[in-house]
C-alpha cells in the first residue's frame, strides 16, 4: 500500500497567504503574500517580537516605519496597506505593495555603470520622491541602490525600507547616527547634529555617482581612511560624467551642509533641463491629507509617542505642510 504524501497546511496571517522568501533584512524576512480572496500580490515582512524587545530604540523604530508608510503616499514609493499585530502570535506582519522587478542594485551590477539619460529617468523619480517626503517633514535616512527597487520594465522606482526614517519638525535637528557609512553625509560620520533632507540629498549625491561610473565616491578597505575621505569630501570625478552631472554631483557632495544643495533645487537643476517630462512637480499628488481628518488617530498617536516634544495640533501641521 502506498503511502500518502504528507500534504503541509498552508500558512497564513490575517487575509493572506505565505508564500516563498523575498529577501532578508537585520528585523526579519520579507516574504510573498496572496490574497485569500482575490489572490493580489503583497510583500510581507515579517518582524519577531522577541528582536523587538531587546530594544526600545527598535520598538520605536518599527511603529515609526508603520506611521511614515501610512503617511507617505506617492506612486514612486513602495505602498503600505496593512499591518498584523495579533498577540497570539511572536511576529509583526507588516503588508506592503509586491513590486515586480529588482533591486537597482543588482541592477547596476549587472549593467556595472547605467548611460545618462537612463540614469536620469531613474534618478529624476528618486529625487521627486523624496522632495515629497521632505516637503512633508519626513527623511529617509538610509537612501541607498538597495532600497531602491525597479519594476521589471524599468519604467518605474519605488523607495523601501522606511525603517531608519524619521519625521523632522523644520525648526529641529537629528542626532542618531544611522544609516550605511558609503552613503552617510560627513555630519553624520563626526557625530554632529544634522538635518536628515541635507543627509539624504548627500546620499542621492553618492547614489547618482554609483549610477553614472559603476562605482561609489567614498570607498577604502579601512574604515577610518573612508571616514576621513568622507569627511574631507575627497573623491575624483569620472570621465563619463557630463558637465550638468559634474555641477549637480559636486553641489550634492558638498560637505557644508549650509552650503548643500536642497532637494527642490536638485529638481529644478539643468541636469534634468534636456527632457521635457523632468519639471519641478508643483503640488504634485497633493490628493493626500486634504484635511487633518485624513490623518488617522492611530497614526498621530504613534507619532506622539515618538515626537514627545510635539504636540498632536503640531504634528497634523507637519504632516500637511508644503515645506
Known amino acids: 500500500m502506498t503511502a500518502k504524501p504528507h500534504i503541509h497546511p498552508r500558512k497564513s496571517i490575517g487575509n493572506y497567504w505565505l508564500g ?3 529577501g532578508h533584512g537585520s528585523s526579519g524576512c520579507v516574504k510573498l503574500g496572496f490574497h485569500k480572496t482575490t489572490m493580489e500580490k503583497v510583500a510581507i515582512k515579517i518582524i519577531s517580537k522577541a528582536y523587538l524587545q531587546t530594544s526600545e530604540i527598535l520598538a520605536n523604530a518599527t511603529k515609526r516605519e508603520m506611521a511614515i508608510l501610512k503617511l507617505v503616499r506617492h506612486p514612486n514609493v513602495v505602498r503600505y496597506i496593512d499591518a498584523v499585530d495579533d498577540p497570539n502570535v511572536p511576529y509583526v506582519y507588516i503588508i506592503m505593495e509586491y513590486v515586480e522587478g529588482c533591486e537597482l542594485f543588482d541592477y547596476l551590477i549587472k549593467c556595472r555603470r547605467i548611460n545618462e539619460p537612463e540614469a536620469r529617468h531613474i534618478f529624476w523619480q528618486v529625487c521627486v520622491a523624496v ?5 512633508r517633514n519626513i ?3 538610509d537612501l541607498k541602490p538597495e532600497n531602491i527597487l525597479l519594476t521589471t520594465s524599468k519604467q518605474n522606482v519605488k523607495l523601501v525600507d522606511f525603517g531608519m526614517a524619521s519625521m523632522q519638525p523644520p525648526t529641529s535637528l537629528l542626532r542618531t547616527s544611522c544609516g ?4 552617510a553625509c560627513p555630519e553624520i560620520v563626526t557625530g554632529k547634529s544634522y538635518d536628515g533632507r541635507l543627509a539624504d540629498v548627500w546620499s542621492c549625491g553618492v547614489i547618482l555617482f554609483a549610477l553614472l561610473s559603476g562605482r561609489l565616491p567614498f570607498e577604502d578597505n579601512s574604515v577610518r581612511n573612508l571616514l576621513h575621505r568622507i569627511k574631507s569630501g575627497q573623491y575624483v570625478m569620472s570621465t563619463y560624467f557630463s558637465d550638468d552631472a559634474r555641477d549637480l554631483i559636486s553641489r550634492m557632495l558638498t560637505t557644508d551642509p549650509k552650503k548643500r544643495i536642497k532637494m527642490d533645487e ?3 537643476h539643468r541636469f534634468f533641463a534636456k527632457e521635457d517630462n523632468y519639471q519641478y512637480p508643483q503640488n504634485a499628488f497633493d490628493e493626500v491629507y486634504q484635511t487633518g481628518q485624513e490623518v488617522d488617530q492611530e497614526t498621530i498617536n ?7 516634544s510635539q504636540t498632536e495640533e503640531s504634528i497634523r501641521a507637519a504632516l500637511m505642510s508644503e515645506r
Open 20 to 22: 516563498k522568501t523575498l
Open 302 to 308: 504613534v507619532m506622539k509617542v515618538l515626537l514627545r
Open 180 to 183: 550605511s557609512p558609503h552613503y
Open 131 to 135: 522632495d515629497w517626503c521632505h516637503q
Open 139 to 141: 527623511c529617509h535616512r
Open 266 to 268: 536638485v529638481l529644478r
